[in-house]
């Protein structure tokens, strides 16, 4: 029995879409900027960056396997988040405020060079009213 490229291809995307995806709107991993609120950290590279998220909780996720990567702020409003030591999987969450940072992998870039990013944050933190 011979199945047709038409046959094969639908099979493949319809695979493919039920994997699904760890970003909520936005570029997939690779860079090209996005709206997502879980960043992740690979081998030489932060994905989506540029990034515009909500106020609120920003998660950054080591993909595995990971050579071991810092998160390092360069600038941002008001005091800024603590900077990690190296980190080969897992996750980093931080609450950021309105306003443009920027941090980059101290091990692979520095400020606005190599692995670095920017999180552009607007608003505050949304919320949800619950009817009366």
């Known amino acids: 029995m011979r199945i047709s490229p038409a046959v094969i291809m639908t099979i493949a995307l319809a695979g493919l879409a039920a994997c699904g995806s760890t970003y909520s709107t936005g570029t997939p991993a690779g860079g090209g900027g996005g709206h997502s609120s879980i960043i992740t950290v690979g081998n030489d590279f932060f994905s989506p960056t540029p990034d515009t998220v909500s106020a609120g909780q920003v998660t950054f996720?080591?993909?595995t396997p990971s050579n071991g990567h810092t998160l390092t702020w360069d600038g941002g409003p008001g005091t800024?988040?603590?900077?990690?030591?190296?980190?080969?999987?897992g996750t980093h969450v931080v609450t950021l405020q309105a306003g443009t940072y920027q941090y980059h992998c101290a091990i692979h870039?520095?400020?606005?060079?190599?692995?670095?990013?920017?999180i552009a944050v607007i608003g505050a933190p949304q919320t949800i009213a619950q009817p009366r």
Do not use: K, N, Y
């Open 61 to 63: 996720r080591w993909a």
């Open 109 to 118: 870039g520095g400020p606005g060079t190599g692995m670095h990013g920017t």
């Open 80 to 89: 800024l988040p603590t900077s990690t030591g190296v980190i080969t999987s």
